[in-house]
């Protein structure tokens, strides 16, 4: 049996020689109980109609604003998964090497980011001269713009866009077909305006 109770609840208290019984235990919950469930209705009347309003302000408040962030982390969310479109333009700055079909000359636009697919396309919206020349096109994540050339010196794979992981480059290569053909890779001649489309 318990030699000592606490002094403002009277809660049983145990020396080591005390013999410890199961109905001291249920006394102390049920002093607890009490003090407790007494503590609870006190501070109930003491909360008055003011603090009860200002306190229900406060939580229509707060979930007003925790709706608002969630509706802004939702929008935010679809609107990361809509493809961006960003339009501009460059200047070539290629020069074709007469002496050799395999020697391109390349310039790197840099777009800030990884596109998923870049439309390029000369000043006047061409892509393509009709006489061999390859102004423009299209190139997309995993395919990059490539020509095949069957020459009669040997087949080649000309790049005329490829993409990057911070935008795409564009090439100027001149190809001979034969003794008097050739075929232009141009999207990067100096001098000419280029515009492009990329989608991000």
């Known amino acids: 049996m318990a030699s000592t109770q606490t002094p403002h609840y009277h809660l049983n208290q145990w020396i080591s020689t005390d013999a410890v019984q199961r109905v001291e235990f249920n006394q102390n919950f049920t002093a607890i109980d009490t003090a407790l469930h007494t503590l609870d209705q006190n ?14 302000a ?3 408040a707060l979930s007003g604003e925790v709706a ?15 493809p961006q479109l960003v339009f501009g333009t460059y200047t070539g700055n290629g020069e074709y090497d007469s002496d050799s079909s395999y020697t391109s000359v390349s310039q790197t636009i840099n777009l ?17 001269s009709g006489s061999g020349r390859y102004y423009g096109g299209m190139a997309w994540a995993g395919s990059n713009l490539v020509v095949f050339l069957d020459t009669n ?11 990057t992981n911070s935008g795409f480059t564009v090439y100027v290569q001149r190809v001979q077909m034969s003794s008097s053909s050739y ?7 100096a001098g000419r305006k280029y515009r492009y489309l990329a989608i991000r």
């Open 43 to 56: 501070l109930l009347l003491k909360g008055s109609a003011s603090d009860l309003a200002e306190l229900s």
């Open 153 to 163: 010196y040997g087949d080649i794979n000309a790049n005329v866009i490829t993409l």
């Open 68 to 82: 608002g962030k969630a509706e802004a982390s939702a929008l935010s969310a679809v609107s990361a998964q809509i």
């Open 112 to 128: 800030g980011f990884k596109p998923k697919a870049v439309l390029v396309m000369s000043e006047t919206g061409g892509m393509d």
């Open 183 to 189: 075929r232009y890779i141009a999207t990067n001649e």
């Open 58 to 60: 406060t939580v229509s």
